[in-house]
Structure formats: C-alpha cells, structure tokens
C-alpha cells in the first residue's frame, strides 16, 4: 500500500535550517512528484511547493521563494524540503503528499502523518 | 494568485442532514478543483478531485460540481464521522487552497 512516512519532529532557533525527510513506498516512485504543505496550528492548508520525482521541475509558492529547497532522492525514494532562515511564524506541521499530474486533473492523493517544525528561541 | 473563498467558514449539522459547502476561485480555473477532509490531528484526506470525480474508497454520499469559478462539494446525508474540516484546492495556477469550512455537530 501507499505510504508516506516523515521525519520526526524539530526544534529550531530563528535564523536556522530545517530539513523534512519523506520517505515513500508502496508505488512506483517515479511516477508521482511530492508536493510540501504545511498548517500552522489552528489555521488553514497552504500549499509550499512542489518537485517532479526526478528533480528535473519545481514549482514553488511565491511567498517562500529564495528560502525553500525541494529534493528527491529516486535510489532512496525519499522527498525532502529545506527551509532556511526559520522565523517563528514557521512553526507549523509540515506534511508531504503524492501528487498525481495529468492533462485532466492535479492533486494529493496521499499524504505522510505530518512533522511539527517548532521556531523558538 | 488565484485566491480560493470558500463558504460557510464553519456550519452546524446533525446527522442525517444534507450540507452543501461552497467553493469559489478568483478567477476561471476550469475543473482544477479537489476537495480534502481533515479531522484533529490528522492529515488530510482527499475525497474529490477535477471538480466532481470521487477518490477510490470514498463513500458515494460525498459529490462535488462545479466548473469555472463556481463549486460545491455536497454530503448527502451526514454521517458522525464527517464532522471535521472540509477545504477546497485548485491546482489549475499556483496551488492553493480555501479558508477551510468547520462542520459541527
């Protein structure tokens, strides 16, 4: 079956680098490309962006543009995102999800459990 | 960015009640539409993607319509494990997604 499994949660200063680890299985990886989404707690989705599973395309949210990596790893079928320079309104669950592409459709059909990125000083 | 307005931000049912929750985008977006439920603590899970297609598994009581600028995702007769937050999201430009709608008991 279909599975996206995250890193474990993280404690970061202002000013620091976080990087989020989604390991997937159960499909074959180089179909799908990963899209990252995180939710402050207590508020809405907002979508951060998204990679092809071969690193050859991203797609970035405006807002985070310049501050945000997205990688892949095809050997190790593993998705990560690095967001630098942390500040405290980045503390939120970052989830990672299996995007499906198509001329007719484009969404997140599965999703990993979700990582809490804490920014305290 | 297309922006993504969705209404009621939160709605109290009971079970057995129909509920329609509306989505509207900024500007046309086709049928680029999905909708997602999300209980606490959990991540979201999608019920309806290209504006009206049912993901495997989901029960038939979800439907979604709409196309353009104009969508609705209906449950036809609540059940008590659809009380949880509902959002809609278009990948037809730069992803986004709406507000979120609480549905209450």
């Known amino acids: 079956q279909v599975q996206l499994v995250q890193s474990g949660a993280e404690v970061k200063k202002p000013g620091a680098s976080v990087k989020v680890s989604c390991k997937a299985s159960?499909?074959?990886?180089?179909?799908?490309?990963i899209s990252w989404v995180r939710q402050v707690p207590g508020q809405g989705l907002e979508w951060l962006g998204w990679?092809?599973?071969?690193?050859?395309?991203?797609n970035f949210a405006q807002r985070l543009q310049g501050r945000v990596t997205m990688t892949t790893d095809t050997s190790t079928t593993t998705a990560y995102m690095e967001l630098r320079s942390l500040k405290s309104d980045d503390t939120a669950v970052y989830y990672c999800?299996?995007?499906?592409?198509?001329?007719?459709?484009?969404?997140?059909?599965?999703w990993g459990q979700g990582t809490l990125v804490t920014v305290s000083s | 960015d297309i922006q993504m307005t969705q209404s009621p931000s939160s709605l109290s049912a009971s079970v057995g009640d129909r509920v329609t929750i509306t989505c509207r985008a900024s500007?046309?977006?086709?049928?680029?539409l999905n909708w997602y439920q999300q209980k606490p603590g959990k991540a979201p899970k999608l019920l309806i993607y290209?504006?009206?297609s049912l993901q495997s598994g989901v029960p038939s009581r979800f439907s979604g319509s709409g196309s353009g600028t104009d969508f609705t995702l209906t449950i036809s007769s609540l059940q008590p494990e659809d009380f949880a937050t509902y959002y809609c999201?278009?990948?037809?430009?730069?992803?986004?997604f709406g507000q979120g709608t609480k549905l209450e008991i």
């Open positions: 990679i092809s599973a071969d690193n050859s395309n991203t």
């Open positions: 159960g499909y074959n990886y180089i179909n799908y490309g």
């Open positions: 500007q046309s977006i086709s049928n680029y």
């Open positions: 999201q278009q990948s037809y430009s730069t992803r986004s």
């Open positions: 999800a299996r995007t499906v592409v198509s001329a007719a459709a484009d969404y997140f059909d599965y």
């Open positions: 290209a504006a009206s």
